[in-house]
């Protein structure tokens, strides 16, 4: 059987000691927990003049890890990648930071990544390149000569083509995606967006869901990433005697938690929540001193202008409320910067009563999956779900949805949540339960490499036929 070759930003090797947030490294070791394969990607160091990727075993994995410039590594990933691409794709324009040395330095970086990576293919591997960082990798391994299948799926939204044709580069951009066999995306709306950009911008001709440009075929499909979806559930039943959950359970005492986590980024409405729960306790006096509302939100990006003007401004909002609030005996809200470890992650989500997942854009949200996941099936929580986020696709039938801008509906949504009778909180977890057990972080991972297997199946049979 063909290697699979799995491609990323950000490579993290297993030590058992890593305090781990979730996302993509949580999700691939999900899928490829029976895998044997190659990881490659950024070791996290720097080097001024980077050698070889350095290759370790844990396993039946492989991991090889490669140092980069730290100027490089700045402007591909701060400046272009986090600068331009994400406000871009997450639809924050005003955001949008474009420089053109930025981009070259995306460029060179995932020059950087093919010119190594080559150098450890076999001709059939089949390799999975991962989201944004990376759109160029496969155009820069088909120049280096590898014919073998190559995958790309985005973990980001893809907006409309006249949000992305902003982008000065977004032809080159384009042009690169069509480089790939097989382009997975989160959601409907996604792929749908994505395949008018590419035939409308670039000049992809459509068949059915397939692409057809410079004699390639590239095909494309909708993959929504998923969670171990009982093993979560199962941690989380065990989670709660841990010392440190029953700490924040009995911290609580007896109020209502109310949860949200995520790191610290603009397009999580975090702001906009903060403002929510202000509202509500300003106009459901009933409420005050009985619900707590927890905000986990590990800093991430922190050396962006950005970013550190949202954490000030959450500090902010955390002051006023618990000021305007507050009594000797009760704190309204908790905020937190740190990571919590899985484990004892899945023990808070499944003690919170409502889940808030309320971002003003998402490709899909694995923590609104993760809350369903933990709650007791008998006295299970409410999910309080923005309506822009992917995992709305599966979860709204369920949840309780939200216009995140819309702060009184959504502080009725919480009061909604908090005040729900236990026969519709059960109906409600129930329809958001129905397929998270059918399609799980294994299949996502098997319906992805299967079609890779499927491509490259197909694309040898015509090289013999030729």
């Not at 993290?12 to 999900?30: F, I, K, M, Y």
């Not at 000030?312 to 009760?330: H, K, M, N, Q, V």
């Amino acid at each position: 059987m063909a290697r699979l070759v799995i491609v990323s930003n950000r490579v993290s090797v297993p030590t058992g000691r890593r305090v781990e947030a979730g996302g993509l490294t949580v999700v691939l070791r999900d899928g490829l927990r029976k895998a044997d394969g190659l990881w490659f990607g950024w070791s996290g160091d720097f080097a001024e003049q980077p050698g070889p990727a350095k290759v370790t075993t844990r396993g039946k994995m492989s991991y090889a890890l490669l140092d980069l410039n730290q100027d490089d590594y700045k402007g591909f990933y701060y400046g272009f990648a986090n600068g331009s691409l994400w406000p871009l794709f997450h639809y924050r324009l005003g955001l949008v930071d474009w420089k053109a040395e930025s981009y070259r330095a995306y460029r060179k970086v995932n020059l950087q990544f093919a010119s190594e990576l080559i150098k450890l293919l076999k001709p059939d591997d089949q390799v999975w390149v991962h989201d944004y960082q990376l759109i160029p990798l496969g155009e820069e391994l088909r120049k280096l000569g590898f014919t073998g299948t190559i995958g790309f799926y985005l973990h980001v939204p893809f907006p409309s083509g006249d949000i992305v044709e902003v982008l000065p580069a977004h032809v080159e951009l384009g042009q690169a995606m069509l480089n790939y066999d097989l382009i997975g995306v989160q959601t409907d709306r996604a792929h749908h967006d994505m395949l008018d950009f590419l035939e409308r911008w670039i000049g992809a001709e459509r068949e059915g869901e397939d692409l057809l440009y410079a004699g390639r075929r590239v095909r494309t499909g909708v993959y929504r990433a998923a969670i171990d979806t009982l093993g979560f559930g199962k941690e989380a039943a065990v989670a709660v005697e841990n010392e440190e959950v029953r700490s924040l359970e009995e911290s609580l005492g007896g109020r209502t938690l109310m949860l949200g986590v995520e790191r610290l980024d603009y397009t999580k409405g975090l702001p906009l929540r903060f403002a929510a729960y202000e509202h509500l306790l300003a106009t459901h006096e009933d409420w005050l001193r009985k619900v707590i509302m927890l905000q986990i939100a590990p800093v991430s990006r922190g050396e962006l202008a950005q970013y550190r003007a949202l954490r000030s401004d959450l500090e902010r909002a955390t002051g006023r409320i618990a000021g305007r609030f507050a009594s000797p005996d009760w704190n309204p809200i908790r905020y937190v910067n740190q990571p919590v470890p899985r484990k004892i992650l899945s023990g808070y989500l499944r003690v919170a009563q409502v889940g808030l997942v309320t971002p003003l854009r998402d490709g899909m949200n694995l923590v609104a999956k993760e809350y369903v996941a933990a709650q007791d099936p008998q006295n299970p929580g409410v999910l309080v779900l923005s309506r822009f986020a992917g995992a709305v696709e599966e979860l709204g039938e369920g949840a309780l949805l939200v216009n995140p801008l819309d702060i009184e509906r959504t502080a009725e949504a919480m009061r909604d949540a908090l005040a729900m009778p236990i026969d519709e909180r059960i109906d409600r977890w129930q329809r958001c339960m129905e397929p998270l057990r059918v399609w799980t972080a294994r299949t996502w991972y098997d319906a992805f490499v299967h079609k890779l297997h499927e491509i490259a199946d197909a694309n040898s049979k015509l090289a013999h036929a030729a």
